[in-house]
């Protein structure tokens, strides 16, 4: 059966501070570990008012500490804005003190406006292959600059993409891929495809290993799902039209008007969302992995209180085992 993990942002609201955030992050990390969900990453981006997980690993050394079995991992570190070596000194340090727990996902985008993408000092997309192979090095021991810590760890690197460039990169690399389905659910197949048709084994995998990230939000009731799920649909219109704010609650954005282009715009980029019960999310997460043939699943929920996101995972959770109980 598909393994479910967690993607999170450390969620800024309206009535929350970033100090708040990151421990709500903490929080989530706990539950999810509490709940048996397989990894818990957190997402590197830039200039956003409603995200704290600029820094992730930073965050990823608190989180581990703070929690005991789960994987953590950055889903992912944008490499076009850092120099490999510091990721790999970075990511070596974490594995070396938590062995085996570390998961390292790379991204080609900066994950930001392109004013914040220039005042990071790098940003050149063009160089990353490149740059995944020389950060590999790092940790092989067979660069001709040591990283320490970094040589002889192995973080689990993965693969992320949104398109399909990341896809063929990473069969031919042989490496784990993961595709946010939450940004571009029209090219998940496309991707796929590629993925497969061009994966080689290497020492780091023998056959392709696929995870689809998904937005979800879980209720008892549909209604209260829907209401809930308000002020993360608002976040992904404010952020695909370059208005990117902190969290709205849900009443505000229940009283909120929208424009018709606004409206329609929030049906299409939302349609993807799995919201509902937990039969609901459970039925729309395995038509999800049945299309994609998806190995993990990562959840992205945001919802405006800490609770609610934890009840998400945990009712997504509980339901998971209760089908496998059925089925078995």
């Given amino acids: 059966m598909v393994t479910l993990s967690v993607l999170d942002l450390a969620t800024v609201t309206k009535a929350t501070t970033p100090s708040q955030a990151l421990a709500e992050c903490t929080e989530m990390a706990r539950a999810a570990e509490a709940s048996a969900y397989k990894r818990f990453w957190v997402a590197e981006h830039h200039g956003m008012a409603g995200v704290a997980s600029s820094a992730p690993a930073v965050l990823l050394a608190h989180l581990a ?41 790379l991204g080609r985008a900066p994950g930001t406006d392109p004013r914040t993408a220039r005042a990071l000092g790098r940003g050149d997309a063009e160089r990353f292959p490149d740059d995944v192979l020389e950060l590999m090095s790092y940790f092989k ?41 939450h940004f571009a659910p029209d090219l998940v197949h496309k991707a796929v495809e590629l993925y497969r048709s061009s994966f080689r084994p290497s020492t780091v995998l023998a056959e392709p290993h696929l995870m689809i990230a998904v937005t979800t939000l879980c209720a008892p009731e549909t209604e209260e799902a829907e209401f809930l799920a308000g002020p993360m649909r608002l976040s992904t ?28 715009f929030l049906r299409s980029a939302t349609a993807n969302h799995v919201v509902g019960t937990p039969k609901d999310v459970v039925e ?3 038509a999800l992995a049945a299309s994609t ?26 339901a998971f085992i209760e089908r496998s109980a059925e089925e078995h």
Avoid: C
């Avoid at 490999?84 to 085996?100: C, K, M, R, Y």
């Fill in 237 to 264: 219109l404010l952020l695909r039209t370059g208005r990117p704010e902190p969290m709205s609650s849900p009443e505000e954005v229940a009283t909120r008007g929208f424009t018709h282009q606004e409206a329609e």
């Fill in 293 to 318: 043939g998806a190995d993990e699943l990562l959840l992205s929920t945001r919802a405006f209180g800490i609770d609610d996101r934890i009840r998400s995972l945990q009712l997504v959770a509980q």
């Fill in 65 to 105: 500490s703070q929690t005991e079995k789960i994987r953590v991992g950055a889903g992912g570190v944008m490499l076009p804005n850092h120099a490999p070596l510091v990721i790999a000194e970075q990511f070596g340090t974490l594995e070396a003190l938590h062995p085996n727990r570390i998961d390292l996902g």
């Fill in 141 to 181: 021991g067979d660069a001709p600059v040591v990283a320490m810590p970094g040589r002889g760890e192995h973080p689990e690197v993965w693969l992320l993409g949104s398109s399909t460039y990341s896809a063929q990169l990473a069969g031919y690399l042989g490496l784990p891929f993961s595709f946010a389905y």
């Fill in 284 to 286: 729309g997460l395995d």
